[in-house]
């Protein structure tokens, strides 16, 4: 297949790319770099040192002989461009991972909030309106997450994006319905994936456009089979405050000597899947398309839900690590129980990766062999959902302003 | 109170802000004009003459010794104009009109399904964010639409903005819980209009924000009390395919003798309210706010339901005008059943003006007045939901086009 992955230079982009180039498939990368600028701005950097986009598919061809392509688009301002490179290629199917996907990020200043919004919301939705203007059949593939569902405890298991509900008539009788899971994003990230929820039924219902939405839980590991290969063709992993995901902070921590960030009681559960299945997962779902004129695919991609407290007592005990208990600087319940079904991907073949300590173990190996570029002071997630909260977050999890000033 | 009237130059905005300048309130409109560079861009114009925003405001003050305010700020692309507008002003509430409203115009084109997407999502968008940095406490009240809600007949009667559903947990048990309506929303613009509600959902849970969303039926009409007091405070009136709206197309076709354009079967049901009411509507809500920190307010802004055929058989039937059974611009049911809760209005003291002869015979009157001002060949709705559907769009309903050739 042709595949076109927008947003094909990011965390998962990356490796999504050289796992389906290796499976054979003709990839095309359409990114802005955005995630690049944004490292800039925040003055950060991944722990890995990242090669250009340019420099890693040279070398990808150089190991394997393959090809991977590179344009450089703006999907979510440059509407004509991404209509006449998808009118000029054709794709056969697409990937969209081109959305800013930060919860802390999105939550950092208004100007942030207004990025998030305009950047996720136009990048969807003038992909799927480009693609009814071209009569362009590719199977889009988007990446979602499970914080459309949000976390709140209604006591029954989360479904794949459709929920059937009894709703009374005015007769006494009861009908049943499948609506779409009801939306309780907990950031403007997350509402913007909600919104894109929206545009994809809208779409698929109005012009047949085959959509498949992956509901992704949180991302952990860095390398797969592909990123492995060569030094220069290894994956971003994010550390930082905003883009560092809980489970690879705590793992990075450790390997630093920092203290595992745990906000609140840790008593949030959240669904987890290692990247390697996350590349697996969309391959999954690339060869397994919805009809024309069928609602929406989604998928629960995910392995796995743990209580973050238990993740951070679990590398506590593997590393020696210490835990820092923190000021929550998200507006989020304090605990959660997270039930959620993926029977779906499951039953297509997925062999879960599941959390054991040999993988953990690896990652914290990486982290220590890259342990010299970290700033700690970019560490503490100092992002606040509201300006009450943002008075009370800790800035300095090792206390080591206090030090300097005795 | 100081009231900001967002699209306060429109077909409600207008009469709105005249209706509260009458009650006392102290107004200022923020608009961008764009209403009226549509009608440039369509080539067609306000059946009624109207006048530039500054001479209605001119006028209005010596009739009534009120001003109204105006100010050009474009919402969904200066951000940093409004927040300082809003930071100088501090309004006590906010009337947020301003989005491009007509379905049609939104499947005009690919760069129309864009323009309303980008302008409707920022403007609301621009708008929260504004409020939320400012710590502006402020009601917001919108103007969404019965068409958030879809037209599928579920057979359960539309409740006003929550759904009571039952969900099945995995021990067997049935849990309660009030969801927003599930969105089916039928064209781009209503599409937009379901995102402002997840848009609103979230910076009422995360910012406390207080909201008013107003699920309006189509409007009907072009008089109100104050419009009436002099010719140069009259409201616009639609009457081309894009931006006019059923009952008043009807209206109109039957003044200026051109066949009543009825789409389909007319088997639509649909919500109407008059503009009296609505502008009504509107200030019972403003003096009604939610409680801050409470969810979402939601009124069902009608006051009766109508099937778009008995509409057009009435009008027939009053005028003498014919009726033209045309193919159907847009993708939707073919006949749907529609019965809708709207006991809150009524309760809050509405006295509905329903649909009645005398009423309907003073806006064909009205129509007939400025008859001259009408491009006949604007009238048929040719803006169509899908490629396939536009093949068959009838462009003159009239047969003029096949006199001309014979």
């Not at 939550?107 to 009814?132: E, G, I, Q």
């Not at 498949?212 to 220069?232: A, K, N």
């Amino acid at each position: 297949m042709k595949i076109a992955v927008l947003g094909g230079d990011g965390f998962v982009g990356w490796p999504t790319s050289l796992h389906l180039s290796d499976a054979g498939h003709e990839i095309h990368i359409l990114d802005n770099l955005s995630r690049r600028w944004i490292d800039t701005e925040l003055g950060v950097q991944s722990l890995t040192p990242m090669d250009s986009i340019q420099e890693r598919t040279r070398i990808w061809h150089a190991e394997t002989g393959r090809r991977i392509h590179f344009h450089l688009i703006d999907l979510a301002k440059d509407y004509e461009l991404l209509k006449g490179w998808l009118a000029k290629h054709r794709p056969d199917a697409i990937i969209h991972f081109a959305e800013q996907r930060a919860a802390p990020y999105s939550m950092k200043s208004d100007r942030h909030k207004n990025y998030t919004v305009n950047n996720n919301v136009n990048a969807t939705h003038n992909l799927l309106n480009a693609l009814v203007e071209l009569e362009l059949d590719a199977h889009l593939v988007h990446l979602g997450t499970m914080g459309v569902y949000g976390y709140s405890t209604v006591g029954a298991a989360i479904p794949e994006g459709y929920l059937p509900v009894g709703i009374e008539t005015p007769d006494g009788r009861t009908v049943s319905q499948d609506i779409l899971y009801p939306a309780n994003p907990g950031s403007i990230y997350h509402m913007t994936k909600c919104l894109d929820q929206l545009l994809f039924q809208f779409y698929a219902k109005n012009d047949g456009l085959r959509i498949t939405d992956l509901h992704q839980g949180i991302v952990w590991g860095t390398h797969t089979e592909q990123t492995r290969r060569h030094t220069q063709l290894i994956n971003r992993f994010d550390y930082d405050g905003d883009y560092g995901t809980v489970l690879n902070r705590f793992l990075i921590q450790a390997a630093i000597g920092y203290p595992l960030t745990v906000h609140g009681t840790g008593g949030q559960t959240r669904a987890f899947i290692h990247i390697q299945d996350s590349v697996r997962c969309i391959e999954i779902a690339l060869n397994n398309p919805p009809e024309r004129g069928s609602r929406v695919e989604i998928f629960n991609q995910m392995t796995e839900t743990h209580r973050v407290r238990d993740l951070a007592e679990l590398v506590a005990k593997m590393t020696g690590a210490k835990i820092a208990w923190l000021p929550n600087p998200r507006k989020e319940a304090p605990e959660n129980e997270l039930i959620v079904k993926n029977e779906k991907f499951l039953g297509l073949g997925l062999a879960p990766t599941t959390l054991g300590e040999g993988l953990l173990g690896e990652i914290v190996d990486v982290a220590k062999k890259y342990a010299y570029r970290v700033d700690r002071s970019r560490v503490p997630a100092v992002s606040a959902w509201t300006r009450d909260i943002a008075a009370k977050v800790e800035h300095d999890p090792e206390g080591k302003r206090l030090k300097s000033v005795s």
